[in-house]
């Protein structure tokens, strides 16, 4: 199985063991720094911790970590030409599976720049781009997200990450691939196969976002197994375990 969007860096050993017994042999781990950055090198010290450090902490256990890095909405300033030319030198030196997460949280005028300017530097590159969708104001804010894709880079390149049911009818008429987050507090795993039950399997990827925020490590893993349990197919229910992921990351 692959958990498309993780954050690797703030979970433990034992998450990583928990993960590969549980069935997960690859995941992908996003950046961003939950704490306050006092310039950018502190996120690019992030980068670096992330790609050198996490990937061989998670090989330890069997657990193959592929990275996206990116400048996530929270951690935007006002000058971030350093972190451009860091995440385009990563790119381009094949260190990324694709720029993320990024997107809008506040959806300030900050967060609006620092988003197309990365959706720029993808569209240059043809990267996949890892799109995050806030919590608060989901609807109104991809919204937002979907002009500013939509002006400037090809869709197949992107995922729109943490779609729930209520903007599910939102993206699915479009060429972007969808991520579905299981995770406590977010979306429970029957919601998640409500989706799939719904829209089909083909379009969706399946993640846990585990972070410093409550989180479940096999969310993954338990909602593969319960569409197993309820009699799906077995080649829709490989799509979303990781065949989908395989194909849209090239991993
Ligand atoms: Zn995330």
């Known amino acids: 199985m692959i958990d498309t969007h993780t954050h690797a860096d703030s ?3 034992e998450d990583f063991d928990l993960m590969y017994t549980s069935g997960i042999d690859t995941a992908i781990t996003c950046s961003f720094y939950p704490y306050k950055l006092r310039n950018q090198t502190c996120l690019i010290n992030h980068f670096d911790r992330i790609l050198e450090y996490d990937t061989k902490r998670a090989e330890e256990y069997g657990l193959k970590l592929e990275v996206a890095l990116g400048l996530h909405p929270a951690n935007v300033s006002e000058n971030n030409d350093q972190i451009y030319e860091e995440i385009r030198r990563l790119v381009e030196e094949k260190k990324i599976v694709a720029i993320g997460e990024i997107g809008l949280d506040d959806n300030t005028i900050n967060e609006q720049k ?26 109104e804010v991809l919204k937002d997200i979907k002009i500013i894709v939509d002006e400037t880079i090809n869709p197949k390149l992107v995922v729109i990450d943490h779609i729930n049911p209520n903007v599910v009818e939102d993206v699915i008429d479009y060429d972007y691939t969808l991520g579905l987050t299981v995770q406590p507090q977010k979306m ?13 399997f083909n379009k969706f990827l399946l993640n846990s976002d585990i972070s410093n925020k409550p989180s479940d490590p096999i969310s993954v893993p338990k909602t593969v197994r319960t569409l197993k349990k309820l009699g799906y197919k077995n080649s829709d229910i490989e799509k979303v375990a990781f065949k989908n992921a395989k194909k849209f990351f090239k991993i």
Do not use: C, M, W
């Open 188 to 200: 429970t795993k029957e919601e998640a196969i409500k989706i799939l039950d719904k829209y089909g």
């Open 11 to 13: 979970r433990s050993s």
């Open 114 to 139: 620092a988003f197309k300017k990365q959706l720029e530097i993808a569209e240059d590159t043809k990267s996949k781009v890892i799109i995050h969708t806030p919590r608060k104001n989901k609807k």
